[in-house]
Nanobody, 125 residues
């Protein structure tokens, strides 16, 4: 059974940093593309960042380029999202997602079959 567990969310001020972690189990991690999505109440779940099986291809939403960095450590079955220079508009529930359907992380939420429970990130102005 596949499980994804996120951690690292919290309440910070604008300009601060957070690092989210997602630990996976029940899957072959080095053959699993990983991504981070975020969602606010009443809105669709949006792609934030994605990483290919061994980390060779990185993708970012335009709104986070230059501020966020996705990385992975397959030996630890873990994907990270380093978030710097946080803005109030980054406030959302952040979800870890996994798919074995493609080498490089797709942008569409529908492509992912495994999701974590989410971790809240709140950025005050």
């Amino acid at each position: 059974q596949v499980h994804l567990v996120e951690s690292g969310g919290g309440l910070v001020h604008a300009g601060d940093s957070l690092r989210l972690s997602c630990v996976g189990s029940g899957l072959t991690f080095n053959r699993t593309a990983m991504a981070w999505f975020r969602q606010v109440p009443g809105k669709e779940r949006d792609f934030v960042a994605g990483i290919s099986w061994i980390g060779g291809t990185l993708k970012y939403a335009d709104s986070v380029k230059g501020r966020f960095t996705i990385s992975r450590d397959n030996a630890l079955n873990t994907v990270y999202l380093q978030m710097n220079t946080l803005k109030p508009e980054d406030t959302a529930v952040y979800y870890c997602a996994a798919t074995q359907e493609a080498v490089r992380a797709p942008l569409a939420a529908e492509a992912y079959h495994h999701w974590g429970q989410g971790t809240q990130v709140t950025v005050s102005s």
